[in-house]
């Protein structure tokens, strides 16, 4: 039988070694919260010159947003990231298309030929009027054609009753029409209110998780299985920070979703594991503790496995070819999920095993010691 328990010092040495790490960029600072927490503006758009991201941030400074930020995202669509820029619509919307309007030729008419009567001279001297010419009927005039404006796309109406509004045509006069794909908003304070309920959620959610466990398996049950969801969020948030350092990578509202979900997903397995070991402690009796818990992980790690691999295909699937707005999101649940067998398995139970086992030295050194202490007859 294979020993799973007497390794556990190797388990431990490795959870270290992918926490340890997270740990040090987290208090660096390597963790990028997006506009959801921070607060801000950030629109996609696509401008028909197709401008890079160096030029559009150029411009942006030159419009006094040097605070700016532009991203490629692909397509011909650039991600700008700006302070939080007020987008309330006007009554009565104003396209852009309406700013340069195209004049139409009005028409002009032709001033009619006149004849006029030239005096001749006769032989007594005297003045003879000549008869005018019979005027011929003047050309009726012809309006010039109106040019026809040629067909063009219906554009995005965008509005400019706003600061966000007077932006965006600075922009479209740079770089031509725009074809916005989203835009947000996000004040401070929401921002705040958002960063506070996500770690209000976490911690009641830990503490609800962590009293169930007490009062269904006990103390040392409910403890070991708080230190092994506690491993979990720190791979899932150390993992991004450090993807945040070194690639940018930002964490949306999202990301707290998954955090819990990879907390409900691990405590599961982990109950799993536990009920199993408390179901052989009666029926195993009189058998060392850490033979009982390496009997049910044996027993329960091809469901565990097979589980988790379900999930961890069907996530993988989301993170290659899913949308990229629930890419954060997918991430950290693969993470989390993988996380999470690991250490339902490898840390939960054999913190269990190492602490009884602890106790089981401590309680034979106290009750030697008693012994010794007793006066000898």
Known sequence: M?????????????SALITIPGLIFIILGGLKPSVDYTGGTVWQIRYASEPSADEVLAALVELDH?????????????????????????????????????????????????????????GSGSVAPTPSPTPSPSPTATPAPTATPAPTATPVP????????????????????????????????????????????????????????????????GTAAIVALLHDVLVVVGSFAMLGWFFGMEFDALFVTALLTVIGFSVHDTIVVFDRIRENRARHAGEPFGAIVNHSIL??????????????????????????????????????????????????SQLLAAWYEWDGVRKEKAALAARSARPSR
């Open 66 to 122: 040097p605070e700016a930020r532009v991203t490629d995202v692909g397509g011909g669509f650039l991600e700008i990231r700006t302070d939080p820029i007020d987008l309330l619509p006007p009554q009565t919307p104003i396209p852009i298309a309406s700013i340069a309007e195209t004049p139409t030729a009005s028409p002009t008419a032709t001033a009619a030929p006149t004849s006029t009567a030239e005096p001749s001279a006769s």
């Open 158 to 221: 965008i509005y400019r009753d706003t600061p966000f509004d007077e932006l965006q045509v600075s922009l479209i006069e740079r770089f031509g029409d725009g074809q916005p794909r989203s835009i947000t908003t996000v004040g401070p304070i929401v921002g705040s209110e958002l960063v506070r309920s996500s770690v209000v959620l976490i911690v009641i959610g830990e503490l609800f998780i962590l009293a169930y466990l007490w009062v269904r398996f006990g103390f040392r049950y």
């Open 299 to 348: 027993q329960t790690l091809g469901r565990s496995i097979n589980t988790s691999l379900t999930v961890v295909v069907t996530l993988a699937a989301l993170l290659l070819l899913g949308p990229a707005t629930i890419r954060t999101f997918t991430l950290a649940l693969l993470i989390g999920v993988i996380s999470g067998t690991y250490s339902s398995i490898f840390n939960a």
């Open 2 to 14: 294979f020993d799973i328990v007497g390794k556990r010092n190797w388990y431990f040495a490795f």
